[in-house]
Nanobody
């Protein structure tokens, strides 16, 4: 059974940094893309960043160079380094896995809360 477990969220002040981690397990096949999404209070879930099996990253426009996604050598852990955090970054951050190159995500984590105070 595939599992994703996020960690690293917390309460920080504007301008601070946080690093989120997501460990995944239970995959039968390799080659999956790992991504981060976030859901701000009262908003829909938004794409934040993704990294493919070959370590090609992609980012949402609002990241503006503040966030960096990376993946462990073993491919089963994805990180999201978030710098220069803003109050509008306050959200529940979710990790997700996708086997296909495009389309829907196959598995989701439970999320980790990030709160940025002004």
């Amino acid at each position: 059974q595939v599992q994703l477990v996020e960690s690293g969220g917390g309460l920080v002040q504007a301008g601070d940094s946080l690093r989120l981690s997501c460990v995944t397990s239970g995959h039968t096949f390799p080659g999956y893309t790992m991504s981060w999404f976030r859901q701000r209070p009262g908003k829909e879930r938004d794409f934040v960043a993704a990294i493919t099996w070959s370590d090609t990253p992609s980012y949402a426009d609002f990241v503006q160079g503040r966030f960096t996604i990376s993946r462990s050598n073993g491919k089963n852990t994805v990180y999201l380094q978030m710098n220069s955090l803003k109050p509008e970054d306050t959200a529940v951050y979710y990790c997700a896995v996708r086997y296909a190159s495009v389309g829907r995500y196959d598995y989701w984590g439970q999320g980790t809360q990030v709160t940025v105070s002004s």
